[in-house]
């Protein structure tokens, strides 16, 4: 993780910089930072798995925040890409009697978007929709009572959707709240998977 996010990092920059210059004269470009909560939910395999950190570890873990960019063509539509880390935990697995330690599941997503856009007031506040792909490497590991590790991986792509409003206070850079949710299971973990957004995009 800490060689990805460097270079996701600098090879978003650098496509950054190449669209605003090119895509200037027809689109807004942005970065993005947000917080992004996961919530689970009808697990049926793996239950209670939680952010346990603080906020200020989450913080410096990189952990439930999204790194990203946005591009924006006229008032309706828009595209996002964005990297998210999340690290949760449990003290028990469904099947399995007893835990020396936590259960952790930690999952890298990169997120490719659209978004149609409702103004409701032009430049300055809209509602939207988004829908688009998720593509999840995720991790499980725990350690059994009888001292045997376990590790299981899984990589998978599915498809998402959600709603989002945001609102741009002094015009330029917005501040938006969304909410995601993944169509169907991720496997690794049986359950359903949503993520509440809360963050800023900086106009560039």
């Known amino acids: 993780m800490k060689k990805i996010l460097p270079c996701f990092l600098f090879l978003l920059l650098s496509t950054k910089l190449s669209f605003a210059g090119i895509l200037s004269p027809f689109a807004d ?3 993005t930072l947000e917080l992004s909560k996961p919530v689970l939910s009808r697990s049926e395999a ?8 603080d906020f200020i570890e989450g913080i410096r873990q990189f952990e439930d925040i999204a790194i990203g960019g ?5 008032k309706f539509l828009g595209f996002n890409l964005n990297w998210s880390q999340s690290n949760l ?6 099947g399995v009697n007893k835990l020396e330690s ?10 490719t978007t659209a978004l149609f856009y409702l103004p409701i007031i032009p430049t300055r506040a809209d509602l939207f929709l988004e829908t688009g792909l998720v593509d999840i490497g995720s991790k499980l590991k725990y350690t059994t009572n009888g001292g045997v590790e376990v590790e299981k991986k899984s990589h998978e792509t599915m498809f998402l959707y959600g709603i989002g409003a945001q609102i741009s206070p002094l015009g330029g850079d917005f ?4 909410l995601h949710r993944y169509a169907g299971k991720v496997g690794l973990i049986d359950s359903n998977y949503t993520t509440i957004r809360l963050g800023y995009l900086k106009s560039f």
Request: hydrophobic letters at 30%; glycine letters at 2%; charged letters at 25%.
């Open 89 to 94: 935990k449990n003290h028990s697995v469904a």
């Open 46 to 53: 793996k239950t209670d798995l939680k952010n346990q950190n």
């Open 70 to 74: 946005h591009v924006r063509f006229g």
């Open 175 to 178: 501040i938006r709240l969304s």
């Open 29 to 31: 470009t942005f970065i």
């Open 102 to 111: 936590p259960a952790k599941y930690k999952s890298d997503q990169i997120n």
